[in-house]
């Protein structure tokens, strides 16, 4: 994989505290490092005035998609996918939880089909303080996925992850998760299909206003992982 141009989708759901802070910050570096990019950003049906916000942007390489009702993260993503012209994408958080300069980490392993980071290799590390219970919380998913489909990557859902346009376009049209749980289908599906995959550590922010609800996102994406081993049985990955 070469860097020639890449496509950032950007997920944001009553994202108005950090949006276009996070667009911003991405179009900047981007320019900067002369990177020929678009940034598409997919309104998840935010009830705040994300969307308003988003249309005071005028820069003609960010696009806006709008999804009239809340869909999920997973659709938003698959939305996003359909939409990208450029050789390689890279999906990232709302938030900014990531910043967006880690990309220059991933450059060295742009030969991998995906990269993604992750934040429970040794070297990554929280720049503000994690709390202790999302900290089990995320042990025990990623444990568990492990465990039953995603064999030897430590974090499957860390939202910062860069795919081939075209390993992208062969993975997401069989992607049957809406929601949190989707990144998991889509790794399964690389590993599946037999894409490579390299692990990046990261440094992150925890932002305390995350849509992640522990309990809640958990249970759900416990559930996700019994239908994709569901969808497995009836062969619909086949």
């Known amino acids: 994989m070469t860097m020639q141009s890449l496509s950032v989708i950007i997920p944001a759901y009553n994202a108005a505290k950090t949006i276009i802070k996070t667009v911003a910050a991405a179009a900047k570096f981007l320019k900067e490092k002369k990177i020929d990019y678009e940034i598409i950003v997919v309104?998840?049906?935010?009830?705040?005035?994300?969307?308003?916000?988003?249309?005071?942007v005028s820069d003609s390489r960010i696009r806006i998609l709008v999804n009239q009702n809340n869909r999920g993260k997973g659709f938003s993503i698959k939305r996003g996918v359909t939409e990208t012209t450029k050789d390689c994408?890279?999906?990232?958080?709302?938030?900014?939880?990531?910043?967006?300069?880690?990309?220059e980490n991933f450059l060295p392993h742009l030969n991998y089909d995906i990269i993604i980071g992750s934040k429970a290799l040794q070297s990554s590390k929280p720049l503000t303080r994690y709390p202790r219970h999302r900290r089990c919380g995320t042990f025990m998913l990623n444990f568990l996925t492990r465990l039953f489909l995603v064999k030897g990557i430590t974090d499957t859902q860390c939202g910062f992850k860069i795919l081939r346009a075209e390993t992208a376009k062969k993975i997401f049209p069989k992607q049957t998760i809406n929601r949190f749980g989707f990144d998991i289908e889509i790794l399964y599906l690389a590993q599946k299909y037999g894409y490579r995959i390299k692990e990046i550590p990261v440094h992150w922010s925890h932002n305390p206003d995350s849509r992640v609800k522990p309990i809640r996102d958990g249970l759900e994406i416990l559930v996700d992982l019994i239908k994709i081993k569901i969808n497995e049985f009836k062969k619909i990955y086949d």
């Open 43 to 56: 309104d998840d049906g935010s009830r705040d005035n994300t969307r308003e916000l988003l249309n005071t």
């Open 89 to 103: 994408i890279l999906m990232t958080d709302a938030d900014g939880a990531v910043p967006i300069e880690t990309l």
